[in-house]
């Protein structure tokens, strides 16, 4: 039983992983960070994308704030956030926003504000929409390590 | 040209003109002398005579009779002057009276002058009064008065009422004194003889009678009056040539009048056929010349615009072919990334349970992409190559570990298919040398994959040697050998690894022999070509992959290195590929400096040979002492001084088994077969050793079975052996491949020890050796040897600094180089990264991100670079301290970045950096970058 359950488990997070692939929202280097996940932190990959999205959602509000700003003339400063932004999301292969955030840099580098405004939206929203299928497939590893727990130890 | 023409045409006016005034004149003058005699005549035998011989019958008669004398006179008649005393017995006698020229009974006058002669052609006017007609009368009293022919002025004649003259001569009665006075003339005056000039008809029948008739008009004018000329022939207004007439004077005979003719031309100068030809012809020849010279500018201009054109199409089809080739490698990149997603997913999927059909599945699907990425890493290559954006490496490395690698892949491969692979590296070649392993191992790799895949029997034998004053004789025998295919005997065995033919024969046995030993005779002297060696910054080395496979068709021999052209089209269908493999490889020896060429006979062989140049590798650089540590995998050097005996029938088999031998230290002697070998032994026993003692006795299969006394012979060994206290020496079969019988044979034969299977690497048979020997301790990782224990064996134990400003960057840098078993701490920006470097520290690598606020990854690493140079100079000054660590202190700073492309190398280098890592660290990449640095130290120090 517990077996069968984790086996679904399983099969969910592969799909959800591989769907995430297809769609072109992460790329192989999610798998390389799945990689180094290792006995002593093994919540490795979970850790990281949190930082990720606890610093997103900082550098988010700040692109907002700036683009919101009347007299908007911080283009240099949005670039710098970009760049931070398109690090981190290199890092943990997120993919599309990385995309995003290349569309937005070359935006912001046209100092075209409408521009911005756009490409902010759309990394807003490829932000939510990471965000809440990384939490499901975390969710699902949980649930396997879970269900796993009990009877093996963790694969890979 | 022209006014040559008009003077000649003057001239020819003038003399036309003068030629029928001329004439004129002297008709004229002809007449006249004519009517004079008729005076003379009338004169003579009408008032001479008495009575009159002449009557009017007389007259008419004569005249008629005579008028071809007078041509010019319509007629003449005669004229008797009355005076008005003497009209009445004049009217009497001739029985009519006198009448005006109207034809009327003439008025009262002092006298009259009534025809009484006359021509029959102007027999109206008998009985006229001439000095009834104005004209006449004048013409009549100044005849008279003269005594001479004169003329009236021009007027209509009457018969005709052609413009005429009239000429009158004064007929006298008596002989005059010889100079009468004007009264004694008058006096005597008996009557006038008169005659009409039809001028007009005159001039045309003398015309007419002249060429050029028609070409020219003339005109007759009396000038007597000189303001108002007088026409006698001629219209006034007739068109003609105004601009050109000539004047010619007439002397008719009457001094008191005077006569003129004027002639021009009937037409305009007509300009002359030769001026109008010429000027035409001129005209057609600047034209034509015109049109040439506009035709040839038009060309120009056309050429030229072609030109441009072409030009512009060029610049844009050689930025299609990079567009092309960028989109390649974009779009191969981007097919890289899912199918990296793809085999990742695959190989999570098979990690799960699959029953043994779904296993199979998914193993075939990952072989496939497997394949695949292959193929698209191939063409990303050659896309790259052709973008111009792959760039070579220099870093150093070991040549010949990569060359047993490259091996090791195929040896699987090879020992299935029951060939022989093997290497050969002459000693010449630097241990070291500097340039793209990965490239050269790439070429390689290629190059044997082909050799293997084409290859059913025989050998496969890559060599190197340095590429040194190539010997004449050896590339005229490869001629020969080359265009005299007829070469080729049946029955012979060659001297080549296997024994089979190969296409180039210049790596047979001979000149093979050639080159180890004028190698071995050179070592001698190899301190002082060292020397020299070393001068030159750079080695070329020549690497040939001999193999005696199927050979490349002749035909299909000039495009071999086009890609996706296989030698026919079933050969894609027999053997696989894509056939762009060659392409890639000429393109990077291409890149290397070097040449590829091949020498392939079908069904023979074929020989790859391509030469390289590799940079010298500096001794300093890399850690004294311990170039044989620096080598990826690191031989064992626990067999230092060991002595062997290599048993091989084939020279250069032997000759490959001993070179990979000598790597590892040992001493070792050939044998030709297993009896030298035994005697060799005896004989060394019976002087107890002190030469050779073999440690190790290797016998290649093929000459231990084709030794028909194999077994017995080795017996010998062991007799000879069991003999003595000395320790036995070891037997190692050698074997391409063997049967599990042919095993049990060896093992009874003797070969208890081991078999080593081929293709030999010196690590193989080091790793054969110490088991063998007993002398293995086994090193951990040894034997496998892929790059995440490398990059571990690397990292393990080092302390690691990670600079950066992200944290999730930080956290997977730290995570990643974590996994390779280095202690890694983290800073989150310059300031913090300068203050945990202050020296002394402990730290063996900083891995530095490039764009950080504040104080960027360039200004950070000048700073430490900084810091370390004052600390290098005041440890110089007071070399106590830096006794712990290397003699100065410089930490090797990587820099991470995202942009790769924008990422210059060189201003990373600038700045004091050593490397760079691209920033999801790939293992390889990140391998790479490290290895420059820790590859010195030894592993097993940590």
């Not at chain 2, 006794?883 to 060189?906: G, Q």
Request: proline share 3%.
């Amino acid at each position: 039983m517990m077996g069968l359950v984790a086996d679904r488990l399983r099969a969910d997070a592969n799909r959800l992983l591989a769907f995430l692939f297809n769609q072109g929202i992460l790329d192989e280097q999610f798998l390389q960070l799945q990689q180094l996940r290792d006995e002593s932190s093994p919540n490795f990959v979970s850790e990281v994308v949190n930082i990720h999205f606890h610093e997103s959602e900082k550098l988010l509000r700040n692109l907002r704030s700036l683009l919101m700003d009347r007299e908007f003339s911080g283009y240099n400063k949005m670039g710098i956030h970009l760049n931070q932004f398109m690090g981190s999301s290199s890092s943990i292969g997120a993919k599309r926003i990385r995309n995003a955030c290349f569309a937005f840099r070359a935006a912001s580098e046209q100092n075209s504000r409408a521009g911005c405004l756009r490409a902010l939206e759309l990394l807003e929203h490829d932000y939510c929409f990471l965000k809440n299928k990384l939490h499901e497939l975390f969710q699902i590893q949980q649930q396997r390590v879970l269900a796993a727990g009990a009877r093996y130890p963790m694969q890979n | 040209m022209d006014a040559d023409n008009k003077v000649r045409r003057k001239e020819v006016l003038s003399s036309m003109c003068e030629q029928r005034a001329r004439m004129l004149q002297d008709q004229f003058s002809v007449s006249v002398n004519h009517v004079h005699a008729l005076a003379i005549l009338v004169s003579t035998f009408h008032y001479d005579k008495d009575p009159s011989a002449i009557d009017q019958d007389t007259f008419a008669e004569y005249t008629a009779r005579t008028a071809f004398e007078r041509p010019l006179l319509s007629g003449v008649a005669y004229a008797e002057r009355v005076k008005h005393s003497e009209r009445e017995k004049f009217e009497r006698q001739h029985d009519w009276t006198i009448k005006t020229m109207k034809r009327e009974p003439s008025p009262i006058r002092d006298e009259y002058a009534p025809v009484i002669f006359s021509q029959e052609t102007v027999s109206y006017i008998e009985s006229l009064d001439m000095m009834s007609g104005e004209e006449d009368r004048e013409n009549i009293l100044r005849a008279r008065a003269t005594g001479k022919a004169v003329l009236t002025s021009p007027f209509r004649l009457l018969g005709s009422h052609h413009l005429g003259v009239v000429l009158t001569f004064p007929v006298y009665k008596s002989k005059l004194p010889s100079k009468p006075t004007v009264e004694e003339r008058i006096e005597a005056t008996a009557g006038y003889l008169g005659g009409a000039f039809d001028v007009e008809s005159l001039v045309e029948y003398l015309l007419g009678q002249l060429a050029g008739n028609q070409a020219i008009l003339v005109n007759v004018y009396d000038i007597t009056n000189s303001s108002d000329h007088l026409i006698m022939y001629g219209h006034q207004n007739q068109d003609g040539d105004l601009a050109l007439l000539h004047e010619s004077q007439l002397d008719f005979g009457d001094p008191f009048r005077k006569h003129q003719m004027i002639c021009r031309y009937h037409q305009k100068a007509t300009t002359s056929w030769t001026a109008l030809t010429t000027a035409f012809l001129f005209f057609v020849i600047c034209l034509l010349v015109g049109y040439i010279l506009y035709g040839a500018a038009i060309h120009i201009v056309k050429v030229e615009d072609d030109f441009h054109e072409m030009q512009e199409l060029m610049v844009r089809a050689e930025a299609a072919d990079v567009a092309k080739s960028q989109f390649l490698a974009t779009v191969s990149h981007e097919i890289r990334t899912p199918m990296n997603g793809i085999l990742g997913m695959l190989a999570l999927l098979l990690d799960t349970d699959l029953s043994s059909t779904q296993r199979d599945y998914a193993q075939t699907a990952q072989v496939c992409g497997k394949a695949l990425i292959t193929l698209i890493n191939e063409v990303l290559d050659r896309a790259k190559i052709e973008a111009g954006k792959l760039e070579l490496e220099t870093v150093p490395f070991d040549l010949r570990s990569i060359l047993d690698d490259v091996l090791s892949l195929f040896s699987e491969k090879s020992r299935n298919k029951g060939l022989e692979l093997a290497v050969f590296v002459s000693d010449k070649v630097p241990e070291m040398v500097m340039g793209d392993p990965g490239r050269f191992r790439q070429i390689i790799t290629n190059l044997v994959g082909n050799s293997v895949k084409f290859t059913e029997r025989g050998h496969i034998f890559v060599e190197v040697h340095v590429a040194e004053n190539p010997k004449p004789i050896d590339d005229a025998k490869a001629e020969t050998c080359l265009n005299g295919g007829a070469l080729i005997s049946g029955g012979r065995r060659f001297n080549t690894l296997s024994g089979y033919e190969a296409a180039d024969e210049r790596n047979s046995w001979d000149s093979f022999q050639h080159l180890v030993t004028a190698k071995a005779l050179q070592d001698d002297a190899s301190v002082k070509m060292e020397v020299a060696d070393e001068a030159s910054q750079s080695v070329t080395l020549m690497v040939s992959v001999e193999d005696t496979g199927i050979g490349i068709p002749l035909i299909a021999q000039h495009r071999v290195f086009t890609p996706f052209m296989q030698a026919d089209s079933s050969t894609s269908r027999n053997y696989g590929g894509t056939g762009i493999g060659l392409s890639i490889t000429k393109c990077l020896v291409e890149l290397m400096g070097g040449h590829i060429s091949f020498i392939s006979r079908p069904q023979v062989g074929s020989t790859f040979s391509f030469t390289t140049v590799f940079g010298r590798c500096e001794k300093a650089s890399l850690g004294v002492g311990d170039t044989k540590k620096s080598n990826a995998e690191d031989l064992p050097s626990g067999f230092r001084g060991l002595k062997a005996i290599v048993v091989d029938g084939k020279p250069v088999r032997a000759a490959v088994t001993r070179y990979h031998l000598k790597r590892l230290g040992i001493l070792v002697e050939v044998a030709n077969n297993v009896k030298i070998a035994a005697s060799a032994c005896g004989k060394n026993d019976s002087s107890c050793g002190s030469k050779i003692q073999p440690d190790i006795v290797l016998v290649e299969k093929d000459s231990w079975l084709s030794g028909e006394d194999g077994s017995m012979n080795l017996r010998m060994f062991d007799w000879k052996h069991n003999g003595h206290m000395f320790k036995l020496p070891k037997l190692i079969l050698l074997a391409t491949n063997i049967t599990n019988a042919e095993l049990e044979k060896a093992k009874a034969a003797g070969f208890a020890d081991t078999t080593i299977m081929k293709p030999l690497r010196a690590s193989m048979v080091a790793a054969c050796l110490q088991q063998v020997l007993g002398t293995g301790k086994r090193q951990p990782g040894n034997g496998m040897l892929n790059g995440s224990s490398v990059l571990g064996g690397l990292l393990c134990g080092k302390k690691i600094l990670v600079v950066d400003d992200n944290m999730v960057n930080r956290r997977v840098a730290a995570g990643a180089l974590k996994k390779f078993g280095a202690a890694v701490e983290c800073a989150e920006s310059g300031k913090a990264a300068l203050k945990l470097l202050q020296l002394p520290h402990s730290f063996d690598a900083c891995f530095m991100d490039i764009q950080m606020p504040e104080m960027d990854g360039f200004e950070a690493t000048r700073r430490i670079r900084m810091m370390e140079t004052r600390a290098n100079e005041q440890m110089n000054g007071d070399t106590d301290q830096g006794s712990v660590r290397k003699d100065e202190w410089h930490l090797p700073i990587l820099a991470m970045t995202a942009d790769v492309i924008h990422a210059t190398y060189d201003e990373c280098l600038k700045c004091g950096m050593d490397g760079y890592v691209s920033k999801p660290f790939e293992e390889e990449n990140l391998y790479q970058a490290v290895a420059k640095f820790f590859k010195t130290k030894p592993v097993s120090d940590s």
